[in-house]
């Protein structure tokens, strides 16, 4: 089994292109570096709405290509060895995004479906359904979701700063942890969505709960509103 952080950033900014670009190959570095010393064999580098490849190992570590579409209903994961490069935000439906990720050999994967999104509610091919990092205390609904859509769950940190990276992860199936290899196991349900407890996760856990709170982007699913169902206990 392979450790693999199947949601991950290499930039800690949105917009201003050229820098982010400029930047990308330190924050790559930067991002191998922590999940190596975090016991992670792999990550996938999904930034939003573009695909950096970075090919093979870094500092010891398998990077799996990927890019993490904006559409109209929400964020979709698409990884494996033929991600598209760029992608408008807003441009493209979950089902068109299914589609083009599965003519390219990539898995499409539900991003945070709690999080500021309604890609769960779409009747599409997906993958997968991530269990994200940045709010661990959603596990308990996701995977009543994934049983009822019949879909493995991936674990991604969904990490835009180094030290975030491994707070989920993935575990993988395969013999090797090549793009190929990762969506085939992914496709065949040979993952395992695992969430680092260590405390300082947990207080970024809260962190993002409070953050996202504010900007009124946490959802519930009905079964678990109050007087319905009570929410998970926090990780």
Known sequence: MYRIDLHAH?????GHRR?????????????AG????????GVATTNHDYCRRFEGEVAGVAMIPGIEVSTSRGHVLVVGPDPPTETRPGELTPG???????????????????????????????????????HPRT???????????????TGGSDAHYPVEVGRAYTAVDVEEPTPENVVRAIREGRIEARVDDWLPYQLIGRLYRSIHQGKDQLDAPDWATPGVGAPPKDE
Do not use: Q
């Open 10 to 14: 290499t930039r800690f900014f949105h």
């Open 19 to 31: 820098l982010g670009d400029a930047y990308d190959p330190l924050g790559v570095r930067l991002l």
């Open 34 to 41: 922590t999940a190596r010393a975090r016991g992670l064999d």
């Open 96 to 134: 068109e995004t299914v589609d083009l990720a599965h003519d390219r050999g990539c898995a499409a994967v539900i991003a945070h479906p709690y999080r500021n999104s309604t890609v769960r509610e779409v009747d599409a091919d997906f993958d997968a359904i991530e269990v994200n990092g940045k």
């Open 139 to 153: 596990r308990e609904w996701v995977e009543r979701l994934a049983a009822d859509h019949g879909l493995p769950m």
